[in-house]
Structures are given as C-alpha cells and as structure tokens.
C-alpha cells in the first residue's frame, strides 16, 4: 500500500515540478494539443460514419427482420466505438510521446539536472532519427501487448457480474501500467535501458507503477485532460525512474521534493 501512495505522489510531484517551470509546461503542451486534434477528427469520423461501416461489413444481415437488423448492427457499431475510445486512451501517449519526442526529452532531462547532485543529466549519445525508431518500435511492441490485453478482458466482461465489476478494475490497471511503461521509457531510454529490462523493472514494483499510472488512465477518460496532464506526467514519470533504479536525489526546496518518495528508492527497488 505504501508503493501506491508513493506512485500517486509522484503524479503529483510531476505536475507541480511543470508548475513552476512554465516554459517547460508550455513547450510540453504543443504535443498532445496535435496528438487530440487527430484524435477528435477521428473518433467524430467514427461516430458519424460507423454505422455505415457496419452495415458494409455485415452485408449477410441485409435481409434479417426488424428488430433484429437494427439490435444486431447496432450493438457492432456501440462495441466498434467503445474499442475506438478504449484504443485511444491507450494509444494516447505513445503517438504523443512519438509526436513530441524533442518536447518531452527536454523535460525529463531538465527534470533529471533539478534532481540530481551533480545537476547532470543522463545522455543517451543517440541521434534523433534513431531515438525517434527505438521509441516508435518499442511503443509498436506495447501496443500489441495492450492490445491483446484489451481483447481478452473484453470477451470477459461478458461474463455475468464479473464482466461489470472486477474486469473494468482489472482493465485500468492494465492500462495504467502500460501508460506508465510509456511515460519512463523517456527517462529509461536514454539511460540506455531496453524495453525488455524496462518491463522487469516495472513489475519488480507494480503496486508503485499501478499507484502512478492508474489514475491517470482515470483522468485520461476525462476529454482535455490528458493534454493538459502530460508534461507533469512525463516529469513524474522521470522522477520515479530515478526511484526505481536507486539513483542519488538532491533534496531541496526549490524542486519541490518531500523525503519519502527518494529515501525510501534504493531500499525497495526489486521487492
């Protein structure tokens, strides 16, 4: 339980670390800000062309009777645009990160020479155009991970009773350790950490990634807020990569940090 506090407080620690450096905060927008137009223009698309869509994809329904065309067609074109809202909260981050990758590096590494001793920040000696391949592989390689994630908890949530009370439970965490696989790749990356590694030390802390990620796959479900939220989460998520691998915090007052979250660090990495 302390692990998920600590999560929820590094969320926390991201967006007020953006707050007080409201160039960064600016710079960090302009990414989510492309990501949600493309989002909206598709997902309206959807809405108003996706009973079409159906109904040329079930031409064998052409001649069932009423009311059973419409119930049937109906149903496929609400499943068809829950998966769409379900594929874009998961989604979300990673085209923004890929969108805003120059953005989003700038941040971690202004986040790492705030918070560590030598005001130094990791460098991954990489050209852009190869950070830029890594991220978008990787982000590729989670999708389909979250995806076949997202396949499976929706086939149960047919399920009587637990299909609507434990599988939506299960589902945001699901997401909310994706997202969160997304957001320290910034900082993990140019540590040189490949996703492999990334993903053990991950569950090496679950309840710390879950305590992180979950409520902001919550918040993300809200429409703006996952645009507004994204520069402190990148922030965040670099802070508790810092916490993960046990690196050296500097605490003081200017950024902002409360003792917990770095002392306790390099004590529980691996429990």
């Known amino acids: 339980m302390h692990d998920l506090g600590a999560g929820f407080g590094y969320l926390l620690k991201g967006q007020r670390w953006v707050a007080r450096h409201g160039r960064q905060y600016g710079f960090g927008l302009v990414p989510g800000l492309i990501t949600l137009v493309l989002y909206v223009a598709a997902l309206v698309a959807l809405a108003l062309w996706g009973d079409d869509f159906v109904t040329w994809t079930t031409p064998f329904a052409d001649d069932w009777s009423s009311p059973w065309q419409g119930l049937f067609r109906g149903f496929l ?55 830029l391949w890594i991220s978008a592989r990787d ?64 569950r090496s802390r679950r309840t710390l990634i879950w305590g992180f990620g979950t409520p902001l796959g919550l918040s993300f479900l809200v429409p703006f807020v996952a645009v507004f939220l994204m520069p402190g989460a990148v922030a965040g998520a670099t802070m508790m990569a810092r916490d993960l691998l046990g690196e050296e915090t500097e605490e003081t007052e200017e950024s902002g940090r409360e003792a917990e979250g770095p002392e306790t660090g390099p004590a529980s990495v691996g429990q």
């Open 139 to 202: 982000s590729l390689r989670i999708l389909v991970r979250a995806l076949l994630w997202g396949v499976v908890l929706f086939a149960l949530g047919f399920v009587p009773f637990i299909g609507q009370t434990v599988i939506p439970v299960i589902g945001f965490f699901v997401t909310g350790f994706f997202l969160t696989e997304e957001l320290t790749a910034v900082a993990l990356q140019r540590r040189g950490i490949d996703l492999r590694a990334r993903l053990t030390l991950l």
């Open 77 to 131: 074109t609400a499943v068809l645009f829950v998966l769409a809202l379900l594929l874009s909260v998961l989604t979300f981050t990673a085209v923004t990160l890929l969108i805003g990758q120059p953005f989003y590096e700038t941040i971690s590494e202004k986040v790492d020479e705030d918070l560590s001793p030598d005001g130094t920040a990791p460098e991954s000696g990489l050209p852009l155009w190869r950070e």
